[in-house]
């Protein structure tokens, strides 16, 4: 039963925090990344939405690339009882999230390619991890575009038949 309204919950607060000037597909990526962290196992606590920074959103022949930092509050509420209103805890953990998404270009945009990656603030800002997310952000920017396209692991499936 929690499963099925804890998603309602979640994008009801992040729709009520941020909205203002974020088009669709931002609003969309904002709430798929608080479900994506939600989802994680070493999470009980809420996050609430705090900022949402460095929006990129580019549109080319392929799709639309979106990339934004989305920063996170933990709340005093647990994530398996959600309530209608939670606090955010001051002193408590801030995460931040890089989000790469790149859609396609129907009238329901489906997800092409995604990449996420969610720590602690300094650890986001560690050379290491910052060239291997700007390598991963440029690889989902890359997605749908052309056929001299890099082949990935799960991008083809080829099944055979049992002889009759």
Not at 4 to 12: D, E, I, Q, R, T
Not at 38 to 60: A, C, P, T, W
Request: proline share 5%.
């Amino acid at each position: 039963p929690v499963s099925l309204w804890l998603p309602l919950a979640l994008g009801l607060a992040a729709v009520a925090t941020v909205a203002a000037g974020q088009s669709p597909l931002q609003r969309r990526v904002v709430r798929d990344v608080l479900e994506y962290f939600h989802g994680r196992s070493n999470v009980h606590f809420l996050f609430k939405e705090r900022e949402v920074d460095g929006v990129i959103e580019r549109e080319d022949s392929s799709g639309t690339f979106v990339q934004l930092r989305l920063g996170l509050a933990q709340t005093g509420c647990r994530k398996r009882a959600p309530q209608r209103h939670c606090r955010v805890l001051e002193s408590r953990r801030k995460p931040t999230c890089l989000a790469c998404y790149k859609f396609d270009t129907g009238d329901v945009p489906k997800v092409l390619d995604k990449y996420h990656n969610c720590g602690p603030s300094h650890h986001l800002a560690a050379k290491e991890i910052r060239q291997r997310d700007e390598a991963e952000c440029r690889a989902v920017e890359e997605a749908g575009k052309g056929g001299d396209s890099l082949y990935l692991p799960g991008m083809f499936a080829f099944s055979r038949g049992l002889p009759a």
